[in-house]
């Protein structure tokens, strides 16, 4: 379970860090998916991992929000 939730991370930082990737990521998640792992596995796997990147992403996105807060107070 542990080397999954490395790699979403891994996933979610490259993502994050590639204008490109994001992009693509919005458009067609499995798609940018294979593009990170650079491999081609059948897309009912790949939509588990796009749903694991979403969620860390949305958790990320939720930390820097309530960090911005903090700073407010």
Do not use: H, T, W, Y
């Amino acid at each position: 379970m542990d080397n999954i939730k490395e790699k979403i991370e891994e996933i979610v930082e490259k993502i994050k860090s590639s204008k490109d990737l994001a992009e693509l990521f919005k458009e067609d998640p499995i798609k940018a998916i294979e593009k990170v792992l650079d491999v081609d596995l059948p897309d009912e796997i790949l939509e588990k991992v796009v749903d694991g990147v979403k969620a860390k992403m949305a958790v990320d996105d939720v930390k820097d929000v309530l960090g911005a807060l903090k700073k407010l107070f």
